[in-house]
């Protein structure tokens, strides 16, 4: 007999009580896994965002368009590699409660931009060619079960009116941590429409990107772009890709801190189930624990034997939870509508974090019943009454 | 030959709240290898603290305690527990075998401290628990067994390492009168045939008679 086998019979001394404590365990680590992939989710655009890539926008704001006049002048700045743009249309599709990005792009540059959002060259050509085409990505596709050729009507409201395309590609994404879920059409056809409609938004752009040749330059080339456009009526500001994204996201701020703090907050909270599993089991055993010292038992004998306990427990629960973790990951992300979280995918460090937590929870959980065995002398463990 | 413990002017006192409570009062005690001797008293006169300073569970405010030449009364912590491990067969009252554990498990528990190899561990705890006359219940857990078969198998774990000393705290206390008496015949054979010290503390005179010497103990001085 071995110490291993006495934690294993300790542990499973009380059946019920170790059972419902690794169900604690393994529930609140698919909790936090849960949450921390939501965060991560939220974060996924960031994530994504290329290195070579900068947005100039409005400096006042990014609701604020920008010259389409602007274009070459970006193209011509030293350190530029390519330059496209974009305009948010929003707009209404069948549901004003199901929002999936809706952009006007430049047909001839956005997908050498953007070389994640994979399409044919069949299907670029004709996009490029057809000025009321439209592409979208595989998830929308698979989403609203649409296929090349299928029309897609959307209801404006940014550029009011009702708005038909037909749908020329279907892009593909590079991997993962793509979002498919975008839908892309000319923005020659809104601004055609808006020379009848509303002449005064005429050339107007949201705000472009910026392929740059050398990503270590991309503090410098944002300088002299925006330089190129001061004391104009519409001043620039450019930013990476990355801080473009986080600055977004960081409208969401308070509620990303507030999931990120409830993953932890659940940590907590099982570490002091745990605790109190332990602290149980030590407490019925200080006759034994005063025995075992009798016998020759010493500090770390005692130390191994509640830890171990302690982390066996804990091991069970966070395995119990990780591996319950990925089918449920896997049926959130496909129950969930992907223009919710167009990214939901367990990431390595959700695992890692998760795992770790399991581990730190059965060693913290520990402490308190060590203290208290190696503390209680012999004579007043005999004495104990439980 | 020297006795195999000396307690020279033992005194132990206890603090309880702010008070400091005498319990043992300059003790000086010889006990020889190979003897049986009986602790008695009433409630609360100190026997068991002296014993539980003779196992070395517990340290005395002053004086000294030798064991085999072993002054045990300067041992840290580390080393009464490995002290113990290696010289001491304690026997409760209570048994106070580990309940998870079966008879053939809790003899081996002791033999888990020790260099011994698994085979080695068994041969051991067999021949332990043969003595004790339990050889057919080893795989019994103790709320299998008898209170009487539960305080032969707390015997066979005490006299499973060849302990220099065995020390009963009223071994038979909780016995009804024939378990009681095949325990104190174990003992009493752990002595003559096996030349084993025994020190138990009882309130049993019946018990006592087993003993080669008894000494009385009352309001912490021998009498």
Redesign the interface.
Known sequence: ???L??IL??S??HKLRTFLTICGIAIAVIAFGMLRTVVTAWYAGIEASAADRLITRQAVSFIFPLPYTYKDKIANVEGVDQVTFATWFQGVYIDKNQFFPRLAVDPETIFDVYPEWIVTPEEKATFQRERNSCIIGEDIAAMYNLEVGDAMTLEGDIYPGDWQFIIRGIYKKRDQTVDGTGMFFHWDYINERMKVDDPIRVGEVGWYIVKIKDPNQSAEVSRRIDELFLNSSAETKTETERAFQQGFIASFSSIITAMNFMSFVIIGIIMLVLGNTMIMSSRERT??YA?????????P?LTSLILGESMFISFLGGGLGLFLLFPLIEGFGMVVPKNWFPIFNLEEITIVLAASSAILVGIVAAIFPIQKAIRT???DG?RFVG | MPPLIQIQDVSKSYMRDSFEVPVLNNINLDIEEGEFMALMGPSGSGKTTLL?LI?G??KPSSGKIKVSDTDISQLS??AL??W???N?G?V?QFY?L????TAY?NV???L??TPLSKKERKKQAETALEIVGLADRMKHYPKQLSGGQEQRAAIA?AIVTDPLVIIGDEPTGDLDKNSAEEILTLMERLNKEFKKTLLIVTHDPHAAERANITKHIDKGDLV
């Open positions: 007999m071995k110490i086998k006495l019979k300790n499973l001394r006759r034994e025995v075992m010292k009798t016998l020759g038992f010493s500090t004998h002398k012999i004579v005999f | 539980n196992a569970i517990d912590e580390t527990a490995k113990r491990a290696n001491i304690f409760f106070n580990i309940p998870v554990l498990e081996e528990l002791p888990l401290l774990r």
